[in-house]
């Protein structure tokens, strides 16, 4: 039965919000998704070679493991696979915290970080960041004062974006050390430009890696991801897994892109490119934009009234965006970047919104 330790979690608000999207018509830029789509045939490239028992048999993940292994040069025994980076979160605060825990994660972010912070009822210590984008380092320095068990940091983060460099990481990795508290690197976005984490894990046991085939790899919707460490720290954090970590429908599509990385290397190549005429444009708009090493780009408006006007009048015309976000971002907006031919029914709309006055 349940104890009165359980009903915490009857308080805690979940929803399934139905996006809404007009999936056919529509132009996704809300949620960092691959914009563009894959080939009609792309399921079918993806499972001719399986046999004729692929969906009556459990699924069987051990080739996966050797792929991912031999892709991120690391052995299988420091990997374990995940829904998602999503679900490697969850993996590690069930086994690394307990209930009044403090762990910390830079601030706005992925939402989920703060929703499984509820779930194991722990102390979340948000870092936020200065109106110049840069990390508020009086809130950043509390955070070794508490204790923390765990320190997240999505590297690069969206929707603001600072991306720390390899010496900054090895710097706080050994700071964490010292309190006896995991560095965990979300590494969403890598392949996008920024720099991973990974060569620090030899020497920074504290240090652990995500990492997901939602962003550059494009497939948001197989819900993969891995969790990357030492063998000793995986020793331990891969053994709550659950009985089969993905569906074999899962494991084939991850395996043929690891396979025909080729696909991945070109549609980042796209977006970067994408990025930086995307920035370009949005100057010429007279918008000012922020966009690094993320498949992402963050547009300020003057007001939240201007950022909610064009997120609306976007939407009439099936344009997704997301924002505005809550104070002190609520004048901001992002958009996902696909290949800069679909971007332009974006910038279009965006001129007609300023045609139309609702941004000055
Ligand atoms: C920083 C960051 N981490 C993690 C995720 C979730 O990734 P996944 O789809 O692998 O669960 C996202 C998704 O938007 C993200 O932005």
């Known amino acids: 039965m349940f104890t009165k330790k359980n009903l915490y979690l009857k308080n805690i608000l979940r929803m399934r919000v139905a996006e ?3 999936l056919i018509k529509g132009l ?3 949620r960092n998704e691959k914009v563009d789509l894959w080939p009609s045939n792309f399921i079918h490239n993806v499972l001719k070679s399986k046999p004729p028992s692929f969906f009556s048999t459990y699924p069987e993940i051990a080739n996966l493991y050797k792929k991912i292994a031999k892709f991120d040069k690391v052995s299988e025994d420091q990997i374990l696979i995940t ?17 009044k ?12 970080y703060e929703v499984y912070s509820k779930i194991f009822q722990l102390k979340l210590h948000r870092i936020s960041y200065t109106e110049n984008y840069e990390v508020n380092k009086k809130e950043f320095e509390n955070f070794f004062k508490l204790k923390p068990k765990i320190l997240f940091i999505p590297n690069p983060n969206q929707p603001i974006e600072n991306t720390f460099g390899l010496d900054e990481i090895k710097k706080i990795a050994a700071r964490c050390k010292k309190i ?8 969403a976005y890598f ?12 020497h920074n046991k504290n240090i652990i890696i995500l990492r997901t085939f939602s962003k550059a790899f494009g497939v948001p919707s197989i819900r993969a991801g891995y969790t990357i460490s030492s063998k000793d720290n995986m020793e331990i954090l891969s053994k709550a897994r659950i009985a089969h970590e993905l569906s074999s429908v899962s494991i084939a599509v991850a395996e043929y892109l690891l396979d025909n990385f080729k696909m991945i290397r070109n549609n980042v190549s796209k977006i970067k490119n994408s990025r930086k005429l995307m920035l370009k444009n949005l100057r010429n708009i007279g918008l000012e934009s922020r966009s690094q090493y993320g498949n992402y780009v963050l547009i300020k408006f003057k007001n939240k009234t201007e950022a909610k006007n064009v997120v609306q009048f976007l ?10 976000y809550k104070k002190p971002w609520d004048c901001f907006i992002n958009i996902s970047l696909g290949p800069f ?3 332009k029914s974006f910038l279009s709309g965006l001129k007609e919104a300023k045609r139309r006055r609702l941004f000055t």
Do not use: W
């Not at 999503?86 to 690394?96: Q, S």
């Not at 006896?180 to 590494?187: A, G, Q, S």
């Not at 392949?191 to 030899?202: E, M, N, Q, T, W």
């Open 28 to 30: 996704r830029l809300d």
């Open 83 to 99: 829904s998602g980076i999503d679900g490697g979160i969850k993996n590690l605060l069930n086994i690394l915290t307990q209930p």
């Open 191 to 202: 392949h996008f430009g920024a720099k991973s984490a990974l060569p620090l894990i030899k």
């Open 20 to 22: 809404g999207r007009n």
């Open 180 to 187: 006896k508290c995991f560095l965990v690197v979300d590494e």
């Open 341 to 343: 031919s679909i971007m």
């Open 101 to 112: 825990d403090v762990i910390s994660v830079l601030s706005p972010t992925y939402a989920m």
């Open 315 to 324: 939407r009439k015309r099936l344009i997704y965006v997301k924002g505005p």
